[in-house]
């Protein structure tokens, strides 16, 4: 890690620290992850949690929407080794940003901002079989020119897309909680992409309102009562996967609810709008919106271009990731 000057810190949590750096060769500025209690030694568990965020960031690589990754190292130095993950600088965090604007984004707004979040969740969920499984605004950031990219595959898997060879039983819990979907509250192990949207409906309710989370619970049971009191069971109970859920049996699933309480909690959003948001918190996980669904609802589709004025330079990028995902060769980034 030599080749970087270290700048100053711009995050830390669970998984690791992150530093601005600058590279001494090029000048460029990028953000390196240090992987917190990475020591080699041989602990094949720390090795398969960084290669995993590694392969899950190299998969991404060159989607306008997802964080490029530029290089991955293991560094041998006195005492042990050290994990790296360099990435691009993008900027603060959705969770900074909506804390210093401190007000709803306007629709129009809001919109451009989930067609970018909805196209980075496609690629990962059609195209690379990407699971993220923690999508949060801390977990997003803003570059420069207001354009979003998803960050912090510290959670993220590989699933099998053909869902005759699930590989499930998955890890859980996963996802903060604020954002976990019904399924995994219940205690679902073989979930899909829908923990990822279910999350992304979240995010879309906290950009209309100001920052304020939708459902901020303070136990899992908690977050389950929260989630059913406003927008209802949602017909959970009646989905074929409900009577194999850990906490089926739960009394919180015996309650009598009131209907979905959304369209009052959001008056001001338009029916397109309305249609997308209550699509992606819906709490049946085989009726949920998936990502590629979302993009094809009327909010979407029938907005006019001025919505994206973006668009030029995010299809270039978006171009570089068709080809390589349709299989042109591959970049070199891990280089441990
Ligand atoms: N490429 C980047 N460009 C700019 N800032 C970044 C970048 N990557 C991460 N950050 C900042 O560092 C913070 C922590 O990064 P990251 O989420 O990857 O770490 P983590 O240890 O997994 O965090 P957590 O435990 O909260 O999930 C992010 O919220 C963001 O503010």
Same mark, same amino acid.
């Given at each position: 890690?030599?080749?970087?000057?270290?700048?100053?810190?711009?995050?830390?949590?669970?998984?690791?620290?992150?530093? @601005?750096?600058?590279?001494?060769?090029?000048?460029?500025?990028?953000?390196?992850?240090?992987?917190?209690?990475?020591?080699?030694?041989?602990?094949?568990?720390?090795?398969?949690?960084?290669?995993?965020?590694?392969?899950?960031?190299?998969?991404?690589?060159?989607?306008?929407?997802?964080?490029?990754?530029?290089?991955?190292?293991?560094?041998?130095?006195?005492?042990?080794?050290?994990?790296?993950?360099?990435?691009?600088?993008?900027?603060?965090?959705?969770?900074?940003?909506?804390?210093?604007?401190?007000?709803?984004?306007?629709?129009?707004?809001?919109?451009?901002?989930?067609?970018?979040?909805?196209?980075?969740?496609?690629?990962?969920?059609?195209?690379?079989?990407?699971?993220?499984?923690?999508? @949060?605004?801390?977990?997003?950031?803003?570059?420069?020119?207001?354009?979003?990219?998803?960050?912090?595959?510290?959670?993220?898997?590989?699933?099998?897309?053909?869902?005759? @060879?699930?590989?499930?039983?998955?890890?859980?819990?996963?996802?903060?909680?604020?954002?976990?979907?019904?399924?995994?509250?219940?205690?679902?192990?073989?979930?899909?992409?829908?923990?990822?949207?279910?999350?992304?409906?979240?995010?879309?309710?906290?950009?209309?309102?100001?920052?304020?989370?939708?459902?901020?619970?303070?136990?899992?049971?908690?977050?389950?009562?929260?989630?059913?009191?406003?927008?209802?069971?949602?017909?959970?109970?009646?989905?074929?996967?409900?009577?194999?859920?850990?906490?089926?049996?739960?009394?919180?699933?015996?309650?009598?609810?009131?209907?979905?309480?959304?369209?009052?909690?959001?008056?001001?959003?338009?029916?397109?709008?309305?249609?997308?948001?209550?699509?992606?918190?819906?709490?049946?996980?085989?009726?949920?919106?998936?990502?590629?669904?979302?993009?094809?609802?009327?909010?979407?589709?029938?907005?006019?271009?001025?919505?994206?004025?973006?668009?030029?330079?995010?299809?270039?990028?978006?171009?570089?990731?068709?080809?390589?995902?349709?299989?042109?060769?591959?970049?070199?980034?891990?280089?441990?």
């Amino acid at each position: 890690m030599e080749h970087y000057e270290r700048l100053e810190k711009i995050g830390e949590g669970a998984s690791g620290v992150v530093y @601005k750096a600058r590279c001494r060769r090029t000048g460029a500025v990028v953000a390196v992850k240090r992987l917190r209690g990475y020591c080699g030694n041989e602990d094949a568990e720390e090795e398969e949690v960084f290669l995993r965020e590694a392969r899950c960031l190299e998969a991404c690589r060159g989607h306008p929407s997802l964080v490029e990754l530029r290089a991955a190292h293991l560094d041998h130095a006195a005492g042990g080794v050290a994990a790296f993950l360099v990435m691009e600088y993008v900027g603060p965090s959705l969770a900074q940003a909506m804390r210093e604007r401190g007000r709803p984004f306007p629709e129009a707004e809001c919109r451009r901002l989930m067609r970018q979040l909805l196209e980075g969740a496609r690629a990962m969920h059609e195209s690379l079989g990407v699971l993220h499984r923690d999508l @949060k605004p801390d977990n997003v950031l803003v570059d420069a020119h207001g354009n979003l990219k998803i960050c912090d595959f510290g959670m993220s898997r590989f699933f099998a897309k053909d869902t005759t @060879k699930s590989t499930a039983p998955y890890t859980s819990p996963v996802v903060t909680l604020w954002y976990r979907a019904p399924e995994l509250l219940l205690g679902s192990r073989d979930y899909d992409a829908g923990v990822d949207t279910w999350a992304l409906g979240c995010i879309m309710a906290e950009l209309l309102s100001g920052g304020a989370p939708l459902f901020p619970g303070r136990s899992e049971m908690d977050q389950l009562n929260r989630v059913f009191d406003a927008v209802g069971m949602g017909g959970i109970e009646s989905w074929p996967g409900f009577a194999r859920l850990p906490r089926a049996g739960s009394p919180l699933c015996a309650r009598p609810r009131p209907p979905s309480r959304l369209r009052e909690m959001f008056p001001a959003l338009s029916a397109a709008g309305f249609d997308v948001l209550s699509g992606l918190l819906d709490c049946r996980p085989d009726t949920r919106l998936s990502a590629a669904d979302a993009l094809r609802r009327p909010w979407f589709t029938d907005a006019t271009a001025a919505d994206s004025p973006d668009q030029q330079p995010r299809n270039a990028c978006g171009a570089r990731f068709a080809a390589r995902v349709g299989g042109a060769a591959a970049a070199d980034a891990i280089v441990v």
